[in-house]
């Protein structure tokens, strides 16, 4: 594979470029539809409002994962392999939101078997004309596999040479 | 996470959950590729693995289904013949809310760490193991309870694909 990032090319402290989505009902929908999520408030305006007393259909969790796997992906390359996700929601993702992904590594390592990996904080923040002011929805702490060099493939990796 | 466990005030409805393997399911279909293009079509996510063949066969050995979308090959069908009532995936997170008569309920955190990668023809199956439940909890949304549940994931083959972890909240709205 080219343009593929290799762990030397990675140091503490560098950001991963930002991606911006603008958020739509369709969005929502369409995330939710996507990992089988048929709660209705992620697709049902009054049943959020009204039930839930949120301002409109938000984002589900399964598909808040997708895009912060998207994002992560899209920095790594094909050979960056997802080890561990953990995130927290403080605040929802709703249509007329633009949400914005960004992220620093915080530490780059290889393990007793060779794995090079990065750990990343990724936020997701939201703007929207109603609520200009940015509001931090989620963070996401993420351990990544990179390849050590190029003829590395975290994905080969199996048993007790995955540890992630 | 910052929700102690509250296990000696518990009913013993919850006690009892506690640390027990529960509802072991296997999933009701096929890991298939359809998923994956949906998934990717949501996020925008044109990561080859997922769209060339020739990548994921140098890469992956194969196609294999984006990591983040393990819990979906386990969530019902909305409808299907002779169920009766909502169908929902994390049953000890319902029993909860049923159990401390809390209506509403929301996830805030989550950690999914993945194993061997899901790949189209497998046959998911998971448990559900209730780690933790908090005292009572006043939050902006309301007044409820903090829970932990631990989700595992194993392929027909009994391998470990993945293990999530949820925090939910069920709350009670307006009782701050």
């Known amino acids: 594979m080219s343009d593929q990032l290799t762990l030397d090319e ?155 | 996470m910052a929700e102690e466990n509250a296990a000696e005030s518990l009913p013993s409805e919850v006690t009892d959950m506690v640390g027990v393997p529960l509802y072991h399911q296997t999933a009701d279909f096929d890991v298939e590729r359809g998923y994956t293009y949906n998934t990717c079509a949501a996020t925008q996510n044109g990561n080859p693995i997922y769209w060339d063949e020739a990548v994921a066969e140098e890469l992956t050995g194969g196609a294999i289904a984006p990591p983040t979308t393990i819990s979906l090959w386990m969530r019902p069908h909305f409808w299907q013949p002779g169920a009766e009532g909502e169908q929902v995936a994390l049953q000890v997170h319902f029993d909860l809310k049923r159990i401390f008569r809390l209506p509403e309920a929301v996830m805030t955190d989550n950690t999914i760490t993945f194993h061997d990668p899901v790949r189209p023809g497998d046959r998911i199956s998971n448990q559900q193991v209730l780690k933790s439940v908090s005292e009572p909890k006043t939050t902006k949304l309301g007044t409820g309870r903090f829970w932990v549940i631990d989700v595992e994931f194993h392929n027909q083959r009994d391998e470990l694909v993945g293990v999530e972890t949820y925090t939910g909240f069920g709350y009670v709205r307006g009782a701050a």
């Open chain 1, 10 to 164: 990675v140091s503490v402290g560098d950001a991963l470029p930002s991606l911006e989505i603008e958020v739509t009902p369709t969005t929502v929908v369409l995330g939710a539809i996507a990992s089988r999520d048929w709660r209705p408030m992620h697709h049902d305006y009054k049943f959020a409002t009204e039930r839930n007393g949120v301002q409109d259909i938000f984002l589900n969790t399964p598909n808040q994962a997708a895009w912060f796997e998207r994002f992560v992906t899209d920095w790594t390359g094909p050979t960056g392999r997802l080890g561990r996700m953990k995130f927290r929601m403080r605040d929802s993702i709703f249509p007329g939101d633009t949400m914005t992904f960004a992220a620093t590594v915080t530490e780059v390592s290889t393990d007793d078997v060779g794995c090079g990996w990065a750990s990343l904080e990724v936020t997701l923040t939201a703007t929207s004309d109603a609520r200009p002011e940015p509001r931090v929805c989620s963070t996401c702490s993420v351990r990544v596999a990179i390849p050590t060099n190029p003829n590395d493939n975290p994905w080969a990796r199996r048993g007790d040479q995955w540890r992630p």
